[in-house]
C-alpha cells in the first residue's frame, strides 16, 4: 500500500522512514480501538478526497514520525474512512488530515495544512494556550478571508490525540441511580471549587482537588454534583484585558468543546498522556464510593471553532457541510446558540456521534447523568425550524443505555426558543419560571403569590400533563449563570466591568435587590435584612416539590462582586473563597441542616403532584389565600402527610409582620418550630431531633412571621 504518501510541499517529512505495518482495518466502532497488537482508526468524511492518519512522538513535533494515508479503494466503507496500524497502542499521538474542495460558497473548507482532532478522541494533549490563529483555515491577511485557503502549517501549534486505553479495572461498579424525589444536586466549577490557596487541598484546581473535598460535600448532605463542562476546550486568551488588573481575559467556564468524549487535561493532576481519564475516573468513583452521583453540563449545541472567521481544529475540517448548520450563503454558519454556529443535530451521523459520546461517558466513565445546554437547539431540523419529535432527543429518551441515567435540558436556545414545561417527556429541565418568579415573590413584587405557589408545590401549570411530574422541575434560584444568591440581595444591577465589554453582558433581568446600598456593607440592618432573605431563598428552594439545585457556594454566600456573567473571570471572581465558609459558618449549619430536613420529612418529597387532601393552601386568617389580591404577600403551605407527619410552611415577603391563624391538629397534637429566618442563630433553625413547641394545649393558635421571613413549623 501507499503510505507515507506526500502532502503539500509546505508540510514537513515524516521523521520516521519506515512505514508501519497496517491493514485496511473496519469501520466500526469510529474512533480508536486496539485490536490484535495494534490500533484501528476509523472517522467519518462523506465529501473529503484524501485522507491521512499522523502519528506524533512530542506534543510539539513540528512533524510526524509517522504519515498514513488512508485509500478509498482499501480503507473506505461509505463514508467512514478506517486503517489499523500494527504497534501502536495506549499513549500515542496521532493526528488527521483531510483534503477535498475548499469551496466555502458551497459549505466546503477542507485543508490538508490544518492537523485536526479525531472527534471520537478520548483524550487530547493540553496546550496553555492553544494558537488559534495558526489553526484558521484561510488566510487573514487576504483581501477574501472565506476564498483563500492557508497553506502554513500548523502541527507544531495543534493539540494531539491521545491513544487512550478504555478497561481499568472498575467496571463491575454499579451507578447510584438516587430516585429523583430523594436527590439534591449542587452545582460547581471543577477549577473553581479549588483554585483559591483557601481551599486547602494538595492538588488545587483539578479532579483530584475537588475529589479532596468529597467530605465537605457528604456532610453538607447533597446527593449528586452537576458540574460545569469538563469536555476539553481552549482556556484560551480573549481579545480583552480586565480594565481593573489590566491582566488577560481567558475562556473559564468552558462552554466552548473541542472534543465530545475527552475531559480536560487542564483539570487533571496527573501530567501523563491520557492522565486526565484516568484521575476523572477515580474522581467519579470515590464520589460514587461517597454516595454522591456525578452529573455533567454537556454542550452539543455547538463547538469551539465559531463563526465563518473561526479556528479549523476537528470537524470544520473533516466535513464542515456534514457537521454545521449553514446558511443559504453556505460560507456563513447559522447561529442559534449566540457563539458562532450550531451543530447539525438532526444529521444522523452526527446523533450518532452525540449518542456515542454520551454512552461513552456512561458506560466507561461511570457518570450518572447530564445536564443539556441549550438543549432545544437538538431539536432543531436542518432548516433551524423546531421539531415536534425531535429524533435525536426521541433516541436519547429511548437508548437502552441511557434509560437510567438522569437527563435535564436546559430547554432554551439564544434563537428565542422557550420550552420549559414543554420539553421531551423523558427529560428533566431547569425550571427558569422558578427562579424568575421565586426572585420576584420576595423581592416584594406585586402580584406574584398564585404563581410563587405554583412553584412552590412542584409547578403542575408546566408538568402537569400524564407524562410528567414534579421531578420534571429542577428548582433553582441562582446558577453559574448570573448572580450567586449573597450578590442577588446585594446588587441592583450587574457589575460586568470587568468582562471588559462595557458593562453590555450579561442579563438584566436579574430580579434583585441591594436593600440600601450597592454591594458590601457594614450597616447591620443592611446585612441582616440580606441574611434573612439569603435564608428565605434556601429555605423556599430545599422545601420546595421537585428537584432542588444549589449553586456551589451559596451556602457561605459566594460572591462574584456583583458580576453576573463571570464566563471569562479565572481568579478570585469566579472562584470559590474558602475563607468565607468561615464568615459566614452560620449560613452553612442553617443550610446543612434545611437539607437534612428535607431528607427527613416525607411529605416535603411526595411522589407525584400534591393532591388537595395532600396539600392547602392558607392565607394569615386560615381561610384560602387572596388569589386575586395583588398586594397579598404572605402564604402557608398546609401538609398533613402521612403517619403522622405533619408540615406547615408559611412565608411572608411583606414589608409588615403577619400573624397567621394556624390549622388546628387532631389527637392534642401541637405546633412546634422547627425553623424561622427571623430568629438569630442558632434558633433560626434546630437539628433533627429538636425543635420548640408552640402551643402546649393543641388548641388553634397563631404564628407571628416577621416581614420578609419563612418559617417551618412541624406538628408534635
Not at 481551599?199 to 479532579?207: I, K, L, N, Q
Not at 449566540?338 to 450518532?352: L, S, Y
Amino acid at each position: 500500500m501507499n503510505t507515507d504518501s506526500p502532502l503539500p510541499s509546505s508540510l514537513a517529512p515524516p521523521q520516521a522512514d519506515t512505514p508501519l505495518p497496517t491493514e485496511s482495518g473496519l469501520p466500526l466502532p469510529l474512533g480508536v480501538h486496539a485490536r490484535e497488537g495494534g490500533t484501528n482508526f476509523a472517522v467519518v468524511s462523506r465529501h473529503a478526497t484524501r485522507v491521512w492518519i499522523e502519528l506524533y512522538d512530542e506534543v510539539e513535533a513540528m512533524a510526524p514520525t509517522h504519515r498514513v494515508e488512508l485509500l478509498p479503494e482499501r480503507h473506505r466503507t461509505g463514508d467512514i474512512w478506517h486503517i489499523w496500524i500494527k504497534g501502536v497502542g495506549p499513549g500515542q499521538l496521532y493526528g488527521y488530515r483531510a483534503d477535498g474542495p475548499y469551496a466555502p460558497h458551497e459549505g466546503h473548507r477542507f485543508n490538508p495544512h490544518r492537523l485536526l482532532i479525531d472527534p471520537y478522541a478520548l483524550a487530547i494533549t493540553h496546550l496553555d494556550d492553544w494558537d488559534f490563529e495558526a489553526a484558521l483555515g484561510y488566510d487573514p491577511e487576504a483581501s477574501e478571508q472565506n476564498l483563500s485557503r492557508s497553506t502554513t502549517d500548523n502541527a507544531q501549534q495543534a493539540p494531539k490525540c491521545v491513544v487512550t486505553e478504555r478497561r481499568t479495572g472498575w467496571e463491575d461498579t454499579q451507578s447510584l441511580q438516587h430516585p429523583w424525589r430523594d436527590t439534591i444536586i449542587y452545582e460547581l466549577h471543577v477549577r473553581g471549587f479549588t483554585a483559591h490557596e483557601s481551599a486547602d487541598v494538595e492538588s488545587p484546581g483539578t479532579f483530584r482537588g475537588l475529589t479532596e473535598k468529597i467530605p465537605y460535600l457528604t456532610d453538607l448532605g447533597v446527593t449528586a454534583v452537576e458540574l460545569m463542562p469538563v469536555q476539553e476546550f481552549n482556556e484560551h486568551e480573549l481579545n480583552r484585558i480586565n480594565p481593573h488588573t489590566g491582566e488577560p481575559l481567558r475562556n473559564y467556564w468552558g462552554y466552548n468543546p473541542a472534543a465530545f468524549m475527552a475531559p480536560n487535561g487542564f483539570y487533571a493532576h496527573d501530567d501523563h498522556r491520557g492522565g486526565q481519564v484516568r484521575e476523572f475516573k477515580e474522581m467519579v468513583k470515590a464520589f460514587h464510593e461517597a454516595g454522591i452521583e456525578v452529573i455533567l453540563d454537556v454542550v452539543f449545541n455547538h463547538t469551539a471553532e465559531g463563526n465563518e472567521r473561526g479556528p479549523t481544529i476537528s470537524w470544520r475540517g473533516l466535513d464542515n457541510q456534514l457537521y454545521y448548520l449553514l446558511e443559504d450563503d453556505p460560507r456563513v454558519y447559522k447561529d442559534y446558540t449566540g457563539t458562532g454556529n450550531t451543530v447539525k443535530a438532526d444529521h444522523p451521523v452526527v446523533r450518532d456521534l452525540i449518542l456515542d459520546a454520551l454512552r461513552y461517558w456512561v458506560v466507561e466513565m461511570h457518570v450518572d447523568g447530564f445536564r443539556f445546554d441549550l438543549a432545544s437547539v437538538l431539536g432543531r431540523d436542518e432548516e433551524g425550524r423546531l421539531l415536534a419529535d425531535p429524533p435525536l432527543l426521541d433516541r436519547i429518551a429511548n437508548d437502552p443505555v441511557l434509560r437510567d441515567v438522569k437527563m435535564i435540558a436546559e430547554a432554551w436556545d439564544a434563537a428565542g426558543a422557550y420550552q420549559v414545561g414543554a420539553f421531551h417527556n423523558r427529560w428533566s429541565e431547569w425550571n427558569g419560571r422558578f427562579r424568575d418568579d421565586v426572585r420576584r415573590f420576595w423581592r416584594g413584587d406585586a402580584g406574584m403569590l398564585g404563581d410563587f405557589a405554583s412553584r412552590l408545590a412542584g409547578s403542575s401549570d408546566l408538568y402537569g400533563n400524564a407524562e410528567k411530574g414534579p421531578d420534571s422541575s429542577v428548582n433553582y434560584v441562582t446558577s453559574h449563570d448570573g448572580f450567586t444568591l449573597n450578590d442577588l440581595v446585594s446588587y441592583e444591577r450587574k457589575h460586568n466591568e470587568a468582562n471588559g465589554e462595557l458593562n453590555r453582558d450579561g442579563t438584566d433581568a436579574n430580579y434583585s435587590r441591594n436593600y440600601g446600598v450597592e454591594g458590601p456593607t457594614e450597616d447591620p440592618e443592611i446585612e441582616a435584612v440580606r441574611t434573612r432573605q439569603v435564608k428565605n431563598f434556601l429555605l423556599t428552594l430545599l422545601l420546595s416539590h421537585g428537584v432542588p439545585m444549589l449553586l456551589g457556594g451559596d451556602e457561605f454566600r459566594r460572591t462574584q462582586f456583583g458580576n453576573n456573567n463571570a464566563y471569562c473571570q479565572d481568579n478570585e471572581i469566579g472562584w470559590w473563597l474558602w475563607d468565607r465558609r468561615e464568615t459566614h459558618d452560620e449560613m452553612h449549619r442553617f443550610t446543612r441542616e434545611l437539607i437534612a430536613a428535607r431528607k427527613a420529612y416525607a411529605p416535603l418529597r411526595h411522589a407525584g403532584f400534591y393532591t388537595d387532601e395532600a396539600l392547602r393552601w392558607i392565607g394569615p386568617d386560615g381561610q384560602p389565600p387572596a388569589w386575586d389580591d395583588p398586594e397579598a404577600r404572605a402564604i402557608g403551605c398546609y401538609l398533613p402527610g402521612q403517619e403522622g407527619l405533619t408540615v406547615l410552611l408559611l412565608f411572608n415577603a411583606g414589608a409588615e409582620a403577619a400573624s397567621f391563624e394556624l390549622p388546628l391538629l387532631p389527637g392534642g397534637r401541637t405546633w412546634a418550630r422547627k425553623a424561622d429566618t427571623s430568629r438569630p442563630p442558632p434558633d433560626d433553625i434546630h437539628p433533627l431531633g429538636e425543635d420548640s413547641p408552640l402551643d402546649p394545649s393543641g388548641q388553634k393558635g397563631h404564628y407571628a412571621i416577621a416581614s420578609r421571613s419563612s418559617a417551618l413549623l412541624v406538628a408534635r
